[in-house]
């Protein structure tokens, strides 16, 4: 019943590096998001996908990929790591076959550029 | 832009103590969550309101959407130090959106 998984939890970067942030789901859900969460922000949306092979961005796409090739991966890429982009990332899907969204989160990325 | 508006942003408060914390828009959604979040965790689904002016009760916790669908509401009785965490409320702004709308959140303690 694993739900969400993101890996790694802790990642430390240098300014610059590149990285991916691994997200896979267990649900069949078609919608998944990404999302940052900074000290008394919120959640914004970084990108979302609404199946396979469709992607679109949030509110705050920049300096962020990301791909879905498979119904259960939603990896996202960052390049060129800079210290604004420290903060804990998560990874939700929905299914919206109650006719609206419900979301289910991983456990988050904690990430710190330096 | 839609925006929701929580308030309070922080709420400290003793064991058995009630509390209502509140979150409010000038947008209409077609439907609104609660999560709570606990320290190095995900936000975690308690409740989906749907219709306006419903009430929703799940134990001790008692939520309630404004009869426009702008606004809700979550009133907890006798706060237990388990409630402790971060309170987020979600706007669905329906349609093929498929996009949640979040608060900044309410950080509740209840202290034993």
């Known amino acids: 019943n694993a739900g969400v998984t993101q890996t790694p939890k802790f990642r430390i970067l240098k300014i610059g590096q590149s990285m991916t942030l691994q997200c896979t789901q267990d649900?069949?859900?078609?919608?998944m998001y990404w999302y940052r969460q900074d000290p008394g922000m919120g959640l914004k949306l970084i990108y979302y996908s609404v199946g396979a092979g469709i992607t679109d961005k949030g509110e705050v796409p920049n300096g962020y990929n990301v791909s879905r090739s498979t119904t259960e991966d939603f990896p996202l890429r960052l390049e060129l790591a800079a210290p604004s982009q420290t903060s804990v990332y998560f990874c939700?899907?929905?299914?919206?076959?109650?006719?609206?969204?419900?979301?289910?989160f991983g456990q988050g990325t904690r990430l710190t550029v330096v | 832009t839609q925006l929701l508006e929580q308030s309070p942003q922080f709420l400290s408060i003793q064991e058995g103590e009630n509390l209502t914390v509140y979150c409010n828009s000038s947008?209409?959604?077609?439907?609104l969550q609660w999560y709570r979040q606990e320290p190095g965790e995900g936000p975690v689904l308690l409740v989906t309101v749907v219709t306006g002016g419903e009430v929703k009760k799940l134990k001790r916790l008692t939520f309630q959407f404004g009869d426009a669908r702008k606004d809700s509401s979550l009133h907890i009785t006798a706060a237990q130090p388990g409630d402790t965490g971060l309170y987020l409320c979600a706007g669905d702004s329906g349609g093929s959106n498929y996009k949640l709308t979040f608060g900044k959140g309410t950080l509740l303690t209840v202290n034993p």
């Open positions: 649900m069949n859900h078609n919608y």
């Open positions: 939700a899907s929905s299914s919206t076959g109650t006719g609206y969204t419900e979301a289910f």
């Open positions: 947008s209409v959604f077609s439907s």
